[in-house]
Each structure stands twice: as structure tokens, then as C-alpha cells.
């Protein structure tokens, strides 16, 4: 079993109470925000190293720097090797302030996206924009649909059934 396997196995416990997993995420939450505040502080500083050697800096354990890779892995410059890696793997925390301000956003972690260092990074006109092509990205938008008495959309002045409808 691999190290992310792991991670997910215990992260995801279907055996596991109500109750334990809420404490589980609970605790895992305040962990994550402790290393995105420390991340944010020096947003373009290049964060390298083993998964071990990250987990000791970050003052967390192996398997919860784990789920912090597969967590912020799809906002890095550069991806790590989340689904081989093990506690020896070279890493990086390299992301992409944009992708990971609209995926906390997507993940509806305010937790995270509201934290006061985002304010240093981007002003707050940058941060609405961000937040709100995140949240219109996975709107879906119908067309509406005509109906044969409405008026044409061609603009005739037409009823769609004695224009355009006509052909149809």
C-alpha cells in the first residue's frame, strides 16, 4: 500500500463513527490552515524538500503532510508524484497563487481562502474576481428555450413559428 493509499484509508474510514471522522477532519482543518499561513507569509519563497523533511518543518505528521500533498497538489507550478511517493520523495510547494485562491474557493474552504495573508498577495478587487470566476466555472448555464408564440430572437417582430420556427 502505498503512502497516499494510507493516507486515504484512514482519511476516508468507512468503518469509521460519524463523530471520529468529524474530529479526524476537524483536527487535519486546523493543521492545513497552520501550513497555508506559513506558506502565505512568503508566498514566493520555493518550498522544497523530502515528504519527511516537510512534514518535520511544518511540525506535522507524515501521513497529514500527505493529505496536505494530495490536498494542494492541483495548485502547483509543478505536480508531485503523490500517487508513488513515499516519505523519501523529493517534493515541492511551488503553487500557483491564482489556481490555489480559486481551488480553496472550489473546495469551499473559507477557512482558508479568508486568511489574512491573501491580503498581502492580492488586493480585495483581485480576490472577488477570483472567487467569482471560480464559483460562475461550475455554473451551468441553460439555454432558454423558445417557444413557438414568443417573439423571434432574430428580431423580426415576428413570432418565432412564422420566422425562424418556420423551418424547423
Not at 471520529?20 to 499561513?37: A, D, H, P, T
Not at 490536498?71 to 491564482?98: Q, R, Y
Not at 483581485?126 to 441553460?142: D, F, M, N, P, W
Request: with cysteine; proline share 4%.
Amino acid at each position: 500500500m502505498s503512502i497516499l493509499e494510507e493516507w486515504r484509508s484512514v482519511a476516508y474510514n468507512q468503518e469509521a463513527t460519524k463523530g471520529e471522522i468529524q474530529r479526524f477532519w476537524q483536527r487535519y482543518f486546523l493543521l492545513e490552515k497552520g501550513v497555508y499561513e506559513k506558506l502565505l507569509d512568503n508566498p514566493d519563497e520555493a518550498v522544497e524538500g523530502t515528504v519527511k523533511e516537510l512534514a518535520e518543518r511544518y511540525g506535522i505528521t507524515l501521513m497529514e503532510m500527505v493529505g496536505f500533498l494530495d490536498g494542494i497538489n492541483e495548485s502547483l507550478v509543478e505536480a508531485n508524484p503523490i500517487e508513488e511517493m513515499d516519505e523519501d520523495t523529493k517534493v515541492n510547494l511551488i503553487f500557483d497563487k491564482e489556481k490555489l485562491y480559486k481551488n480553496m474557493v472550489d473546495a469551499k474552504a473559507d477557512w482558508l481562502y479568508e486568511l489574512p495573508q491573501w491580503e498581502e498577495i492580492f488586493d480585495e478587487d483581485t480576490r472577488h474576481r477570483l472567487y467569482l470566476e471560480q464559483k460562475k466555472s461550475g455554473t451551468v448555464i441553460k439555454e432558454q428555450k423558445i417557444y413557438p408564440n414568443d417573439p423571434c430572437p432574430c428580431g423580426s417582430g415576428k413570432k418565432y413559428k412564422k420566422c425562424c420556427g418556420r423551418n424547423k
